[in-house]
């Protein structure tokens, strides 16, 4: 199934760069240019083949150049699932920016939300991109590799050495 997805992308969208991520333990994967996922996206959920109906996870991993995202989706119709993943190039203190896919799945509204608070990928187009999980304030990403937490939060003390015994 790979690889025909693999083909039918590359296929498809000029400049794509889709290419197969067979794994040796876990799931396979199929890497994309991020500049086209929207494009990625209406393609396999509206191709008569594929039909890609769900969108299940928006997930990213910090590496120490990039940031990678994975795009878990399905087909409740085929009763198959793919994980699509772009690399995000960092850009010091900025955030990495991808297109939002909210248009072709409304599960990514709260997806992409999540992504942007723990991660921190600034998802553009999305229509109410703010934080869902932290407060409104918090500073930083959890997710991210180089986060560390405030000695304090509202006046709580957080990891207090009484409790870290």
Known sequence: MHNEIVGLLNNRIKGVEATFNKAEVGDSSISVNPAFIVDVCKLLKESGTHEFNVLQVITGCDYPEYLELS????????????????????????????????????????????????????FTGHPDCRRILCPDGFVGYPLRKDFKSEESYNGMVINPASKMK
Do not use: H
């Not at 992409?112 to 600034?122: H, I, L, Q, S």
């Open 71 to 122: 795009y878990i989706i399905a087909s409740f119709i085929n009763n198959t699932e793919l994980i699509l993943k772009v690399k995000l190039q960092k850009q010091g203190d900025s955030l990495p920016k991808i297109a939002s896919v909210s248009d072709v799945w409304k599960a990514a509204n709260w997806l992409e939300r999540e992504c942007y608070d723990m991660v921190g990928v600034e």
